[in-house]
Every structure is written in C-alpha cells, then in structure tokens.
C-alpha cells in the first residue's frame, strides 16, 4: 500500500521536450517551496491566483515568500472555462507588463487548469518566454492537465483552439489543496484516470473497480495521495511512449471529441470530467456499433462512470444531436478527412488504421449513434449533474 507521508517526492518526469519540468509531489509539503524558487536567479515572482484560493491558502503562500526573502507580487485572476478566452489572456499580460515583469523574472500560477492554462501561456508569450511555475490545486490539475506541457485558450467556435506546448521550470503538487476541491472537481479527475485505463491499462481499470468509492467527500488524505499517485503514474507511462503526442498520445482524446462538444456548448456549465465520461460512453456507442468492441465491454464504461463514480451520462435536453455535431466540426483534432474520432478496439488498444490512431466515420452514422444513445440515457439520472 502506497504510504502517505510529509517527505516530498520527485516524479521521474521524461518527456523530452527541452527541458524536462521536474514533477515534486507530496502532501504538505509547501515549506519546500522557498528553497526551490531559491535554486534560480530571478528579480521578482509573480503568484497568480483567483479570489477564492488566495482566501484559502494566500496566507501560508505568502508567508513562505517572507520567509525564504522572495520578492513577490500577487495578481489575482479571474479563472473559469467561460473565462478561458483571449480576453483574460490578454488582460494577464497587459497587467503583468504594467507590473514590470521582466525577461528574469518568475510567473507562478497557483489554480486549477483553466488558471494555469492561461497563466501557462502568458508565460509563454511574454518577452517569446518566461519562466513559468506550476502548483495545481485541483485532483485533475496534479494528476492530468500539469503533465502534458499544454497551454490553451477557447476560441469562439471551440475548445483549447488557441495554445502552445510550454513547459513550466517544475510543477509542485502538494496534495494539501485538494481538501477545499469540490466533489465534482475529484470526479472529473478520476473520470480521466478511468479513460487511461480504457486506452492503456486494464489493472487500473481493475483498481478503479474494486478500490473506487462513491463516497469520495470521505476519502482521506492519504487515500486521495494514493489516488493521485495512481492517475499520475498511468498518464505519465503514456506520455513516454510519444512525448510530441502526436502519434500515440492522441488515445488520451478519448471521449473528448464528443466531450469537448458538450463542455463548449455549455460554455463550462457541464465540467469537463463529466463531459468526458458522457463522451467516452458515446464513443464506446459507436465502437460497439461499429462491431470493433463486445457489449460486455461497453456496459464496462457505464457500470464505472454511472454506477462506480454516480455520474449522470445522459446529454442534456438543452443540447440537441444537432448541436453535437456542429461543435464537433470545431474539434482541434480535426482534418483534412473531416472529424475523426479515438474508438477503442479492445481494452489497451485504440483503433489505428491510418498511423494516428484516429478513425473517420461516416457523419450519418455518427448522428444515428448520438439519437439513440440520448434516448437510451435520458432516465439515466442517477446522481447529481456536476
């Protein structure tokens, strides 16, 4: 059993883009911070973080930066997938510029990943690249979005259109920030670890089905460091099979192209967790459909994202098929042959017919899958919609 402890522990953290972000992770390990900033020369620091977390965790933040004699200035942002535009990204480094902020010093962003997307990529523009720290606050920012080195902003006709890969200096995942998470914020993070089990990992899958609690607002301190650890482990095996993710690391799109449809329309109004899981239950529609997987295997999706996690998988009355469809043709992942889709073949293998392990279907196709399945699943509410 994973023993949970103070110490920090370092992530052997490979993705070959230049230069690798070292991973510190732990739980309660902030006072380790300071002599970490400590170890690069820089003129000031600026922490970047909203309201609500400067109120919870500012205090301690701040007194680390007195502490280790860090020159510090805060800049509060407003954070949110409906702020997640060119909007905040420009006020960021408009505010930043008029701050000072020069080509040595240090942005930290602090949040969860719609903060430290923007952050991440203001960090990026400025002066072609600042130094940039990252210390995600939520399960999915610590256990997914750190990992991949994206940077992005919605645009006004899709998801994450507008971004750059930029790698923070290191990422720091104290696992003390996730006690004030939401419940729904957890369950979207478990929701991606259940898609890397899906695409790559049958024991995961297998740990999720015998470990994984409904009850996730009890879950422990440790047990939630164990969790966590989990997640980040099968991602990061996933990253090292194709760091450019390019080839193979389009599996972990899994579920997101109908996902990201919802997500948008919604403009964050279904969290992007949920909006995954109710994507991966569609794609597995259509793989079943399709005749690539069993029926046993598609009723897996369902008994761990509705019946394991609670979640509820129907689309929405608001959203129509038609809407779907029409998001979907905004997907960043599509092109020249029109949307294409990650359908799973087996559990650990994703369809692969051309090379990118991606698969185009007929949009006809695509449109009788989604009727059914909203009709299948529109008494499927079996808990809250988060």
């Known amino acids: 059993m994973y023993q949970m402890t103070k110490e920090i522990k370092m992530i052997d953290f490979k993705t070959h883009l230049i230069p690798d972000p070292t991973f510190y992770f732990g739980n309660r390990i902030t006072h380790e911070l300071g002599s970490l900033i400590n170890r690069y020369d820089y003129d ?44 905040n990204l420009e006020y960021l480094c408009e505010t930043l ?12 962003g602090f949040g969860g990943g719609c903060l430290t997307n923007i952050v991440g990529l203001a960090a990026g523009l400025i002066f072609r690249g600042i130094r940039y720290i990252e210390i995600p606050t939520t399960l ?23 971004g750059m890969y930029y790698a923070p200096i290191f990422i720091f995942g104290d696992t003390q920030y996730l006690k004030t998470e939401s419940i729904a914020g957890k369950k979207s993070a478990i929701v991606e670890g259940i898609k890397n089990g899906f695409i ?35 991602k990061l095996k996933i990253l090292e099979r194709d760091p450019s993710e390019k080839g193979y690391c389009m599996t972990l799109e899994y579920g997101h192209t109908f996902g990201h449809a919802m997500e948008f329309f919604t403009k964050g109004g ?28 598609l009723d897996r999706h369902y ?3 509705s019946e394991k996690l609670g979640l509820d998988v129907s689309i929405p009355d608001y959203i129509s098929v038609e809407n779907i469809m029409q998001a979907g043709l905004a997907d960043n992942k599509k092109t020249a042959r029109g949307i294409q ?43 809250e919609a988060v």
């Open 44 to 87: 000031k620091v600026y922490f970047v973080t909203n309201e609500l977390l400067l109120k919870l965790y500012g205090k301690d933040i701040l007194d680390m930066f007195n502490l280790n004699a860090i020159t510090h200035e805060v800049v509060i942002l407003t954070d949110g997938e409906d702020h997640k535009n060119f909007r």
């Open 97 to 108: 510029i008029e701050k000072n902020i020069s080509k040595g010093s240090i942005i930290l």
């Open 140 to 162: 999915m920012g610590i256990t997914d979005s750190t990992l991949s080195n994206k940077q992005a902003i919605n645009g006004k006709y899709g998801k994450n259109q507008f």
């Open 200 to 234: 790559s990992n049958k024991r995961l899958l297998e740990y999720f089905e015998t470990k994984l609690e409904e009850d996730i607002e009890n879950y422990s301190e440790e047990k939630l460091n164990e969790l966590a650890l989990k997640i980040i482990q099968s």
């Open 270 to 297: 279904i969290t992007h967790g949920l909006a995954v899981a109710k994507g991966m239950c569609i794609a597995a529609e259509l793989s079943h459909h399709l005749g690539y997987i069993p029926k046993s295997l």
């Open 303 to 305: 008994y761990l994202v």
């Open 341 to 383: 889709y990650v359908l799973l073949n087996e559990i650990g293998e994703c369809l692969n017919p051309d090379g990118n392990f991606q698969i185009s279907v007929d949009p006809e196709v695509v449109r009788k899958v989604l009727t059914d399945y909203k009709k299948k699943t529109i008494n499927s509410n079996v808990a």
